[in-house]
């Protein structure tokens, strides 16, 4: 019985609109369990869709989709059904928070609600001996229909620490993504959020009893609120589904890192909500619920890294390992130190949201301000590392006040030259504590401020962008119907590369050096000066 595993993540309306060298950790991690069973392939949803006969050869398909994948998955599921697809299709990932209207408006058998390792094992074996209802009933966080009813066999289960560690997930991907130096494969460190803050407001169904529980110095009674309000930053669901933080032992982190390289990989992510959470919990006994204390954990941090880094092509630099988010208020020196040592030139991710601390603190529920991320990226830029900050707009209940303030930080984070700053837009999510929000709180009009907030960011990101002009980065080239890009090995803005300066030979997938020639607030354009190393079967 060969599976089929679709990595639907990031596709929108069926297929990616940003990102498109990343390869979430989520759907090798489904993979890798499936294969336990039966010969098990992953596939990208647009490989699929462009060759959708293929789907007859497996008896099962599992379809892994965020909330805003809803529509890739549609489509996805459609067309699997035009071709008379008759095995059975499985739906899980993010979007399996929404099982409901999952089961509701699509043909799909089966939602695995929340993370899968426990549900997942149980659902083949019942698939295995014919789809046994009673079987189906005792698998936990398994959403399915039945005699016209949607039935949710129990609320969704957290994997415990140990079996993280034991999982091997998929790494064949020179099968799957191609060319595949390219791409940035994540790899899950920890799962769960340490954040279990909860924003402090009134509005709809979210009702703070001010309480306070979520904020004590006992880190089990934030575990439960009174109010029934989500956990973390109230537009985030990541404490929800993944719970506290989870990590993985170290051996397991170096295999799956190893055999990644081993079938093609050049670019490796060591994926985590945020990264110095990294054996964290071992500091307090297990439960981490507390954002900002106590401090990381050094000696686990610097001995990961340290394994990884003794990869003998990691070591050479042929392989590039990076990080991605962190949480401001856990920078210090001693860890700017850790991460200079191993990581320097890489890109780091931190998110503000705005720049007004008392919005952050008692409305979003995420006690980080302006100070806190200002000292992280001066810690983190001095030891050689690349900030990128996150800022939000149309959240709930900002005023006027919010965005001055977070025009302010702006500036204030242009003092000390941060790289990037990323704005996006606020969309509500499933499982969140702004979902429960009433949609007309909001303040005063303030559409006119936050274009304003646009184009300062926007200003900013196109003269940070100019100092590139002159300089040389290397990237891995990649070949698309529009032309030729350079992805920068290190991360950062993808190069527009003049054909003019293009060999006559192939060269998609190699890896070479650009001159940036100029800029524009969207495109980088660059020309291609040497051509440094290509895969063997090019």
Not at 56 to 74: H, K
Not at 371 to 388: D, F, M, N, T, W
Request: glycine fraction near 6%.
């Amino acid at each position: 019985m060969p599976y089929l595993v679709i990595d639907a993540l990031a596709r929108a309306v069926g297929e990616r609109y940003s990102t498109f060298d990343v390869v979430g950790a989520g759907p090798r991690v489904v993979a890798g369990i499936l294969e336990d069973f039966e010969e098990t392939t992953l596939l990208p949803c647009e490989n699929v869709v462009s060759n959708i006969e293929l789907v007859r050869e497996f008896d099962a398909v599992f379809i892994s989709a965020m909330s805003s994948d809803y529509e890739a998955l549609r489509r996805l599921v459609m067309r699997l059904k035009n071709v008379q697809f008759k095995g059975f299709i499985v739906v899980g990932g993010p979007i399996s928070f929404e099982y409901s209207k999952v089961l509701r408006e699509l043909p799909v058998d089966f939602v695995v609600v929340g993370e899968a390792e426990i549900p997942l094992k149980h659902l083949v074996n019942c698939l295995k001996n014919g789809g046994d209802e009673n079987c189906l009933e005792k698998t936990p966080a398994l959403a399915f229909r039945r005699k016209g009813e949607i039935v949710l066999t129990s609320r969704h289960i957290y994997t415990p620490k140990d079996v993280l560690s034991a999982i091997k997930p998929w790494t064949k991907v020179n099968l799957s993504y191609k060319p595949t130096w390219i791409y940035r494969f994540y790899v899950e460190v920890l799962r769960g959020c340490s954040n279990f803050v909860r924003p402090l407001i009134k509005s709809g169904e979210l009702n703070c009893l001010f309480c306070m529980k979520c904020r004590s110095s006992n880190l089990s009674e934030r575990l439960l609120c009174p109010a029934n309000i989500p956990p973390g930053c109230g537009f985030c669901n990541v404490p929800y589904m993944f719970g506290y933080p989870r990590s993985r032992s170290v051996k397991s982190i170096v295999n799956e890192v190893e055999e990644l390289i081993e079938h093609g990989a050049r670019r490796i992510v060591l994926s985590a909500p945020d990264f110095l959470d990294y054996c964290r919990e071992e500091l307090v006994g297990g439960v981490l619920t507390d954002p900002c204390n106590p401090p990381p954990n050094i000696s686990a941090i610097e001995d990961l890294l340290n394994a990884l880094f003794s990869i003998r092509d990691v070591n050479r630099g042929k392989v590039v390992v990076m990080i991605e988010n962190i949480k401001a208020c856990l920078v210090n020196e001693e860890i700017g130190k850790v991460l200079g040592k191993y990581l320097k030139d890489t890109t780091v991710h931190i998110g503000l949201e705005s720049g007004c601390d008392w919005y952050n603190d008692r409305v979003l529920g995420k006690p980080i301000g302006l100070s806190h991320v200002l000292q992280a990226c001066k810690i983190l830029s001095e030891a050689g590392l690349r900030p990128y900050v996150y800022l939000m707009h149309n959240l709930p209940l900002a005023s006027r006040e919010v965005y001055l303030n977070t025009m302010r930080a702006v500036e204030a984070l242009g003092r000390i030259s941060v790289e990037k700053i990323t704005l996006y837009k606020y969309i509500k999510l499933p499982a969140t504590a702004f979902e429960k929000i009433l949609e007309e709180r909001r303040e005063e009009n303030v559409s006119e401020i936050i274009k304003e907030l646009k184009k300062l960011v926007n200003r900013y990101n196109t003269a940070m962008k100019r100092r590139l002009i002159g300089e040389r980065v290397e990237v891995y080239i990649v070949k698309s119907n529009e032309g030729y890009y350079g992805y920068p090995i290190k991360h950062g803005p993808v190069v527009v590369i003049s054909p003019r300066s293009i060999p006559r030979r192939e060269i998609s997938g190699c890896r070479g050096v650009v001159k940036i020639l100029d800029i524009s607030s969207r495109v980088i354009k660059g020309e291609l000066i040497d051509v440094l190393e290509c895969p063997q079967n090019i």
